[in-house]
């Protein structure tokens, strides 16, 4: 164990402070249609908690919140949900990803701002998972897990 | 060595910042990116079209869906390839 993690500020904080930064960046996945935001942005923030809390508490210990065979699932499953979308517009006689072809509600405009949320959430599934991924592997073997480099 | 560096990094933002004096001002309405069709287009008929009211996000979803998805897909392979080549596995 180094310095900071150690702490019992920083732990704490950081106990409370995931939460709050999985919720916020949630609300920029969401919010991407009609403001600043999206899936990428989203994703990288969520990814963000994660990499903090497993920062603070140890590879092993964000491990377990999100596990390696997890992480595969959730990088392929935002990547299917984008790719199910358009071809869900072909199914329904449209061309891929025109979303004015799926008859879900009356209105075409609306059916078209249900399904960009939808495939915001597939990138943001997937840009989470990317991260975490890409933290874990990178990150030095568990034995020395103390010195958690940038 | 790190003269010259100093040098050629002194001498590029010197050249950006006399190239950028010729950038249109924030929401110049007489820039050319503004006057453009295209651009014209977008801001009419973006709303009615993609139901979405934020003009970045229709582009980016809708108009040009399919340049996403393979963004998207370009982070997935990276992610993917990191995994193959990096990732320790127990033995």
């Known amino acids: 164990m180094s310095g900071i993690q150690e702490s019992v500020i920083i732990r704490t904080v950081v106990r409370i402070m995931v939460p709050f930064i999985q919720l916020f960046a949630l609300y920029v996945i969401m919010h991407g249609a009609s403001g600043p935001g999206g899936g990428f942005q989203g994703g990288v923030i969520f990814g963000a908690a994660i990499i903090l809390y497993a920062m603070i508490f140890g590879i092993s210990e964000g491990k377990k919140k999100i596990s390696d065979s997890f992480d595969r699932i959730l990088a392929s499953t935002g990547l299917t949900i984008y790719a199910a979308t358009g071809l869900a517009c072909i199914i329904f006689g449209g061309m891929f990803l025109q979303y004015s072809a799926v008859p879900l509600l009356p209105d075409t405009a609306l059916v078209s701002k249900y399904l960009i949320d939808l495939v915001e959430i597939g990138i943001g599934i997937t840009v989470l998972a990317v991260m975490i991924s890409l933290f874990f592997d990178i990150s030095p073997p568990e034995s020395e897990a103390g010195e958690v480099e940038e | ?91």
Do not use: C, H, W
Request: glycine letters at 8%; zero cysteines; a negative charge.
């Open chain 2, 1 to 91: 060595m790190k003269a010259l560096a100093l040098f050629v990094v002194v001498i590029t933002g010197a050249m950006l910042i006399y190239a950028g004096q010729d950038l249109p001002a924030f929401g110049d309405i007489n820039s050319p990116s503004y006057q453009a069709p295209m651009t014209q287009y977008f801001i009419n008929n973006s709303l009615e079209e993609s139901g979405v009211p934020n003009i970045v996000t229709a582009l980016l979803a809708n108009y040009r869906g399919y340049d996403t998805l393979g963004e998207t897909a370009v982070i997935f392979t990276a992610g993917m390839a990191v995994i193959l080549l990096l990732r320790r596995r127990e033995t």
